[in-house]
């Protein structure tokens, strides 16, 4: 069966950087793109961006441009989402979920804090 | 494209029947609709897509209908699990954007 398991919480300063994994298994990694949602306390859900796990092709949120990046490992079908410069504001849940379209299995989440 | 759900709550009893609305700003192309449902402590879960499919594994008490920019979930005859938090989500252009949700408690 499809499963997305990401990696663990994190706790990071304002102004660090921090990477989230996300390991696909149970389909062929490549055939399908990955996306990234995040909620953050209290709020609704928000489309951070997307990766083609076949070629690495990504699309990220505008108001995040800049200062995230999606990478893929094919060999281990795991990608990677990289957000820098972190403010309180990414303070959230963050969701890797597959497909860009609608999205039809998520991962268990991982919280990302951002705090002095 | 906004997304509006309505109502932000609505308190029912197990068996009723809810009816949940998600009105877009502009036209949803190709009824490219999803809705979701959101526990606390759980991923969201795909519930319909195509404005009226239903995702695998999905009961027939959840129906989706709606095209252009308003769209509505139907859940039948509420069971205890279905209390929870759903969302809409438009993917007929980019960025696919949700709705800010619809919280169905119970009354």
């Known amino acids: 069966q499809v499963q997305l398991v990401q990696s663990g919480a994190e706790v990071k300063k304002p102004g660090a950087s921090v990477k989230v994994s996300c390991k696909a298994s149970g389909y062929t990694f490549t055939t399908t793109t990955i996306s990234w949602v995040r909620q953050a306390p209290g709020r609704g859900l928000e489309w951070v961006g997307w990766?083609?796990?076949?070629?690495?092709?990504?699309n990220y949120a505008q108001k995040l441009q800049g200062r995230v990046t999606m990478t893929r490992d094919t060999s281990t079908s795991t990608v990677y989402l990289e957000l820098r410069s972190l403010t309180s504001d990414d303070t959230a849940v963050y969701y890797c979920?597959?497909?860009?379209?609608?999205?039809?299995?998520w991962g268990q989440g991982t919280l990302v804090t951002v705090s002095s | 494209i906004v997304l509006t759900q309505s109502p932000g709550t609505l308190s029912l009893s197990p068996g009723e029947s809810a009816t949940l609305s998600c009105r877009a700003s502009q036209s949803v192309s190709g009824r490219y609709l999803a809705w979701y449902q959101k526990k606390p402590g759980q991923a969201p879960r795909l519930l319909i897509y195509?404005?009226?499919s239903r995702a695998t594994g999905i009961p027939d008490r959840f129906s989706g209908s709606g095209s252009g920019t308003d769209f509505t979930l139907t859940i039948s005859r509420l069971e205890p699990e279905d209390f929870a938090v759903y969302y809409c989500?438009?993917?007929?252009?980019?960025?696919?954007?949700f709705g800010q949700g619809t919280k169905v408690d119970i009354k």
């Open positions: 979920v597959r497909r860009s379209d609608f999205f039809d299995h």
């Open positions: 990766i083609i796990t076949y070629n690495g092709n990504t």
């Open positions: 195509g404005a009226s």
């Open positions: 989500q438009h993917y007929g252009s980019s960025p696919p954007t």
